[in-house]
């Protein structure tokens, strides 16, 4: 998942990870309907099934889950899958802003619970485009830094149409065109160097930084957006600094 998932701290109980792990799973099987509803289940004719179903046989998705959300999305089964994708943009503590990414069969249920994540959690549903100019559209592919350096997946990707790659957290971000993200991951893959995650996703154009009380407010935010069904993405461009992310270590 992207979005705030950068900020895990020390919550690292079987639960948490288990109900991420289950949501993660959810938003590639939906992927995958909605590339099956679109153009049938023969991969070999349908290339976004065939991407959808790669990215998540990458994150360990259970076949059988794969094949059932395949014959699901293509009428196989008898049910309808038709889901419409929604952007909400909002507002949280002091100047932090956040694009929530939708995916939903109910429209109505989806704008609902996510009014009620943001209001009960100090933000607020902002009009469509004034949070959003705060973000860049850009393909990101995510990869492990030990053992490589920047030179190396530089000279892997830079032909593919890479614009930047950044070391962050002990993992390098691959910037580039939305259109060119499957080249790169494709370099990558022709170079024999692992990636966790290629999506196209909203990227701040500038941070926001906060102190440790409005990121705790923003950070419950973020959580009770991401635990919502019906959301498969939150983007965010807070940056919260070494001292701030030390002190909310303390109080786990």
């Known amino acids: 998942m992207a979005g705030h998932s950068k900020w895990a ?7 948490a990870i288990d109900a991420k792990r289950a949501k993660a799973f959810a938003k590639y099987i939906k ?3 909605v590339a099956a509803r679109a153009g049938g289940a023969d991969i070999a004719g349908n290339p976004a099934l065939d991407l959808a179903i790669n990215k998540a046989k990458k994150q360990s998705v259970p076949n059988d889950n794969i094949d059932r959300a395949v014959k699901r999305g293509a009428g196989l089964t008898g049910e309808v ?5 929604i952007i909400y943009e909002v507002r949280g503590p002091n100047g932090s802003a956040l694009m929530v990414e939708c995916l939903t069969d109910n429209k109505n249920r989806a704008a609902s619970d996510v009014r009620v994540a943001v209001t009960r959690n100090g933000g607020t549903i902002a009009d469509p485009g004034s949070v959003a100019f ?3 559209r850009q393909g990101v592919v995510r990869l492990p830094a030990e053992g490589k350096t920047e030179d190396d997946i ?3 990707v830079l032909e593919a149409g890479a614009e930047e790659v950044v070391e962050s957290g002990g993992n390098f971000e691959i910037m580039s065109d939305p259109s060119d993200l499957r080249a790169v991951a494709e370099a990558l893959d022709a170079a024999e160097i692992h990636y966790d995650t290629d999506e196209v996703e909203f990227v701040p154009t500038m941070h926001v ?3 440790a009380s409005d990121a705790r407010t923003f950070l419950k935010l973020a959580d009770a957006l991401e635990d919502l069904d019906d959301v498969q993405s939150v983007y965010d461009n807070v940056d919260l600094s070494p001292e701030v992310m030390a002190e909310l ?3 786990d």
């Open 9 to 15: 701290t020390t919550k690292h109980k079987k639960a």
């Open 31 to 33: 992927a995958i309907e």
């Open 81 to 85: 899958i038709d889901y419409t994708e």
């Open 134 to 136: 705060l973000f860049n």
């Open 154 to 156: 530089l000279m892997a």
């Open 209 to 211: 930084e906060l102190d």
């Open 249 to 251: 270590e303390k109080d």
